[in-house]
């Protein structure tokens, strides 16, 4: 009975100083004030600082101190208003640094038809300027169209600066295709190409000048313009037109060998609407060529490669030959260096056409033969075959052979 009476009397005191406690606790924080003694526990925090749209905000936001550079942009949007969907267009924006220290500047990304001209980055000097130059390609757009370029500056209030342009573009004429290539032409041979110039405005358009802008050029009297109105079948194609031209290009045969290019200039009677060019370019080959993987028509050389002694190797090529009218052409093999390489002309598998005809050869490098090495650079040095034809533009055909058996 005493010890049941000592626990109730040792419960009884430790309650009544854990209320004591809580008691004179909460006087001491809501009645008394504070002593000024520091808190047990309890650090100094480092000052908040609170980012939002990139920047510092808040009343503790932490502000950057002394010297600073600041970007200001003239007009941050340009409109070109009403414009030709085939076109090119360029604005230039002034930036300046109006702030007390060096401004970076260096391009960002940017939407896909803008591109910022002759410019990469640059530091401006307080109080200094630089135009920067952006170009808007309105080719196959149709309607209202925005688009952007950014700059990347060091300016802690504006770190990315957008320089936009807007315009209405109209589809008054359309050029097809943007290009005209040649793929290829065979020298002493002619060649056509067309341009179709389709016009959708309202009004009357019509062409007054088709002509090749570079005048100067070599090629340019072994081409030729002609040009005639769309007929209402090849309008009924193109919604909306309201006319058209057909320009058709001729290559004339004996441009020389190579590549060349022009530029077609079209001038309209609109005010409004800027030339259009047009790209014409194209390559011309020999009257003679050969097709087939390995042949490099540059230098003349069949690269056949590391060829295993005792596997050989075979590959297949094309002969193609100017066609002789009234005649069939005919092509043997003449000689060969190494003598161990063994030509097949397959006479009975030529192909005919109205303007070429095409002669398959296989060139065979027999198992067993070799070693050998024809890897050199000049000709001396390579492998090479001759083949005989009755063809008067080339009674002898030469081809260099670029390979090793190991």
């Known amino acids: 009975m005493a010890r049941y009476s000592g626990w109730v009397f040792t419960a009884?005191?430790?309650?009544?100083?854990?209320?004591?406690?809580?008691?004179?606790?909460?006087?001491?924080?809501?009645?008394?004030?504070?002593?000024?003694?520091?808190?047990?526990?309890?650090?100094?925090?480092?000052?908040?600082?609170?980012?939002?749209?990139?920047?510092?905000?808040?009343?503790?936001?932490?502000?950057p101190g002394g010297a600073q550079p600041r970007v200001e942009v003239a007009e941050m949007e340009y409109d070109f208003g009403s414009i030709e969907s085939e076109g090119k267009y360029r604005h230039e924006f002034l930036v300046r640094n109006v702030g007390d220290a060096p401004l970076s500047l260096r391009i960002g990304d940017s939407s896909c038809r803008c591109t910022v001209l002759d410019f990469s980055q640059a530091t401006?000097?307080?109080?200094?300027?630089?135009?920067i130059a952006i170009q808007f390609d309105a080719h196959e757009y149709f309607g209202p169209v925005s688009q952007h370029a950014s700059l990347i500056t060091n300016d802690p209030r504006n770190p990315r600066v957008l320089l936009k342009i807007k315009a209405n573009v109209e589809r008054s004429i359309?050029?097809?295709?943007?290009?005209?290539?040649?793929?290829?032409?065979?020298r002493n041979q002619a060649a056509t190409g067309e341009v179709r110039v389709v016009i959708f405005r309202r009004q009357p358009v019509t062409i007054t000048n088709i002509g090749f802008a570079e005048v100067g050029e070599e090629t340019l009297q072994f081409l030729?313009?002609?040009?005639?109105?769309?007929?209402?079948?090849?309008?009924?194609?193109?919604?909306?037109?309201t006319g058209g031209y057909r320009?058709?290009?001729?290559?004339?045969?004996?441009?020389?060998?190579?590549?060349?290019?022009?530029?077609?200039?079209?001038?309209?009677?609109?005010?409004?609407?800027?030339p259009l060019e047009v790209p014409v370019q194209g390559r011309v080959e020999s009257e003679f060529g050969i097709i087939g993987t390995g042949w490099n028509a540059e230098r003349g050389i069949l690269h056949l490669g590391r060829i295993q002694r005792e596997s050989g190797s075979q590959v297949r090529i094309m002969l193609r030959l100017p066609a002789l009218p009234g005649q069939t052409v005919e092509v043997e093999p003449l000689r060969s260096v190494p003598?161990?390489?063994?030509?097949?002309?397959?006479?009975?598998?030529?192909?005919q056409?109205?303007?070429?005809?095409?002669?398959?050869?296989?060139?065979?490098?027999?198992?067993?033969?070799?070693?050998?090495?024809?890897f050199g650079n000049s000709e001396e040095e390579l492998g090479r075959i001759v083949l005989k034809t009755n063809h008067?533009?080339?009674p002898e055909i030469k081809m260099l052979l670029r390979f090793a058996v190991d």
């Open 12 to 63: 009884v005191i430790a309650i009544f100083g854990v209320v004591s406690g809580i008691g004179l606790g909460y006087y001491q924080v809501h009645r008394l004030p504070w002593s000024g003694r520091p808190l047990v526990g309890i650090t100094p925090a480092e000052p908040i600082s609170v980012t939002f749209n990139g920047g510092p905000q808040g009343a503790t936001a932490v502000q």
């Open 353 to 374: 056409a109205s303007e070429s005809v095409l002669i398959p050869i296989v060139i065979s490098i027999p198992a067993g033969a070799g070693p050998a090495n024809y």
């Open 392 to 394: 008067p533009a080339a």
């Open 124 to 131: 401006l000097q307080p109080q200094e300027g630089v135009k």
């Open 339 to 351: 003598d161990f390489v063994q030509v097949q002309v397959r006479q009975e598998e030529s192909v």
């Open 174 to 186: 359309r050029v097809a295709p943007a290009e005209l290539v040649f793929s290829r032409i065979v």
């Open 247 to 274: 320009i058709t290009v001729r290559v004339k045969p004996g441009l020389p060998v190579g590549p060349f290019h022009q530029k077609i200039r079209i001038t309209t009677d609109q005010s409004d609407i800027a």
């Open 224 to 241: 030729e313009l002609s040009h005639a109105p769309l007929t209402p079948a090849e309008l009924a194609g193109e919604p909306g037109a």
